[in-house]
């Protein structure tokens, strides 16, 4: 009887390992499901390449963009936000004009709407090259003017290249750096009165 009592013993333990190992591999395709909807929906680390958002941020700081904010809300002035530029290459850039505005560089400074846009905390240089905003350009209805805050080194919307940043083409709000770790914080989004 005893040898029995072993055997089925033996038995329920090689069971309980086997579902043991089948709960575990359960849970670890959950857990990366979770990650994919969290990396598609939520939240996404992207890495910054190249000094046209100076001195906001840097080349190689780690960020964490929000891609769920835009989902229930409209990109706001003065937010840094990631977009789909071309080729599978994504841009990050400050928002100016918002749609249905009418933006224009004269003598170095940005207007909006015929009214001079106040920046005190980035984009304080006198802008050397407005390109196609030497001329007024009205925004669509769903189209947004962004600019890097380095204005002398930036490729962004005053070039035909880039030219006004489509709605759909926005991926998420930058939201937080993580690297280097000298610089962890929330990346500022400056709100403006006008």
Request: charged share 25%.
């Amino acid at each position: 009887m005893d040898n029995s009592m072993e055997n089925k013993e033996s038995v329920a333990n090689k069971k309980s390992i086997g579902q043991e190992l089948v709960e575990l591999l359960v849970r670890i395709i959950l857990l990366l499901f979770i990650c994919y909807l969290i990396v598609i929906f939520i939240g996404q680390r992207t890495v910054v390449s190249g000094s046209s958002m100076t001195p906001t941020l840097e080349h190689n700081d780690n960020l964490i963009v929000d891609k769920i904010s835009y989902r229930f809300q409209d990109p706001e002035r003065f937010d840094v936000v990631v977009f789909d530029y071309q080729d599978g290459r994504y841009f990050i850039k400050r928002v100016i004009g918002l749609p249905g505005e009418t933006i224009q560089i004269i003598n170095g400074s940005v207007y909006i709407n015929n009214v001079l846009l106040e920046e005190d905390t980035y984009g304080n240089e006198k802008i050397v090259y407005a390109g196609r905003a030497s001329q007024p350009i009205t925004l669509g209805e769903n189209e947004y003017f962004v600019l890097g805050d380095n204005r002398n080194g930036s490729k962004d919307s005053r070039v035909e290249e880039v030219g006004n940043v489509k709605r759909s083409q926005i991926q998420g709000k930058a939201l937080l750096r993580i690297w280097p770790l000298n610089k962890v914080g929330f990346v500022k989004n400056i709100k403006c009165t006008q």
